[in-house]
């Protein structure tokens, strides 16, 4: 069995990859410091308290398991709270990685998956985004991710790292058990915020802006089941392991759902109204984001299975009902 190294394995979409890669014949060891995760998302799987800036905690990880590659999901996600704090983006999210590729390399692990995501293209120049779109982030988590792409495309050049680097659109959903989904201690992802408008936990959903160039007015996001992502992630690693060379790929369903669209859908999957407000625009927010995603399929042989929101509603709205973290 091939010992998986899962940095951030307790967070959101981490531990759905854990989840999955137990499930297909890998033996995944998530090291998390707990900063933004949940223990009891990780339930009997093999569990490291530490940080990746934590060298030594590394070390011990390294000699005594082979680890054969890396998934590294753990990172600092908040985009506002980059703007405001960028220091804090800067050494979790830069100066760890850094910190853990060359633990890495001190072990001579070769194979590197990272949660990059469509902040690095920043404002789009067109859509669908390919891979080959500009990129230009426009605030500091943004910069981390691009900045991170750069590096390990760096450590490829000069010692053979082979990395897939996997640009998420708007990660969603939950697992279709609902053992695990999303919980973030600040919410800022749309579906979680407006089933929690529905059941009472939050007053009401913002409306961010209702006058941009799309056609309802607002903003239109891709959004990709985080079951969808765990098989794209383990086809990523099933091609380093046979050899694959180093790409950035993106990962989304190439459509899109407006803000009204995604409330609407919530509406009916849930058969009940959500108390909405219209809201001003929030800075940086391009009107459009969708991926597109031939490379995906051409070079992992993924395509999303969840096209239809619905069905990713479904399953998050399952995991809020129910959920114990
Ligand atoms: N959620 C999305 O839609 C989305 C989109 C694009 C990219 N991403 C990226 O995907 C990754 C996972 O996102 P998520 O939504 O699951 O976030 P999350 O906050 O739920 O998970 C991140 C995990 O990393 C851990 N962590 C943070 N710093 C650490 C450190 N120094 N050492 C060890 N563990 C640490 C946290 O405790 C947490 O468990 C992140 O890198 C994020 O930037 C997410």
Redesign the pocket.
């Known amino acids: 069995m091939k010992n998986i190294l899962v940095?951030?394995?307790?967070?959101?979409?981490?531990s759905h990859i854990v989840r999955d890669l137990g499930e297909n014949s890998y033996n995944p060891i998530i090291?998390?410091?707990?900063?933004?995760?949940?223990r009891e998302a990780c339930a009997g799987k093999e569990f490291v308290l530490?940080?990746?800036?934590d060298t030594e905690a590394l070390d011990a990880v390294f000699s005594e398991k082979n680890i054969d590659a890396v998934m590294h999901?753990?990172?600092?996600?908040y985009v506002g709270e980059s703007v405001t704090n960028p220091e804090k983006y800067y050494l979790?999210?830069l100066s760890?990685t850094v910190n853990l590729l060359s633990v890495m390399r001190k072990y001579d692990v070769q194979k590197f998956i990272f949660?990059?995501?469509?902040?690095t293209y920043g404002n789009p120049v067109y859509i669908p985004m390919d891979e080959q779109h500009p990129q230009n982030p426009i605030n500091p988590?943004g910069r981390t991710?691009f900045m991170v792409e750069k590096i390990i495309d760096d450590y490829r050049a000069a010692y053979g790292l082979r990395y897939i680097a996997l640009r998420?659109?708007?990660?969603?959903g939950a697992h279709p058990d609902g053992s695990i989904g999303?919980s973030?201690r600040i919410e800022t992802?749309l579906i979680p915020l407006v089933l929690k408008a529905i059941s009472g936990e939050k007053d009401r959903i913002s409306i961010l802006g209702s006058d941009y160039p799309t056609p309802d007015g607002t903003c239109i996001r891709d959004y990709i089941a985080v079951t969808d992502l765990a098989a794209a992630h383990r086809a990523a690693l099933e091609l380093l392991l046979s050899g694959g060379e180093s790409a950035c790929v993106n990962l989304g369903t190439e459509h899109g759902y407006s803000v009204k669209e995604v409330i609407s859908a919530c509406e009916e999957v849930t058969g009940k109204k959500a108390p909405v407000i219209t809201a001003p625009r929030r800075a940086g927010d391009p009107p459009e984001l969708v991926a597109k995603t031939s490379l995906a399929k051409k070079l992992l042989g993924f395509t999303a299975k969840k096209t239809d929101i619905r069905d990713i509603i479904s399953n998050a709205w399952q995991w809020e009902q129910t959920r114990r973290y």
Not at 7 to 14: E, K, P
Not at 73 to 77: E, G, L, P, R, T
Not at 115 to 119: N, V
Not at 168 to 172: G, I, K, V
């Open positions: 940095t951030g394995g307790a967070g959101y979409i981490g090291l998390d410091n707990l900063s933004e995760g949940h530490a940080s990746i800036n999901f753990s990172a600092f996600a979790n999210n760890a949660s990059s995501s469509c902040a988590y991710k998420y659109f708007n990660a969603a999303e973030h992802h």
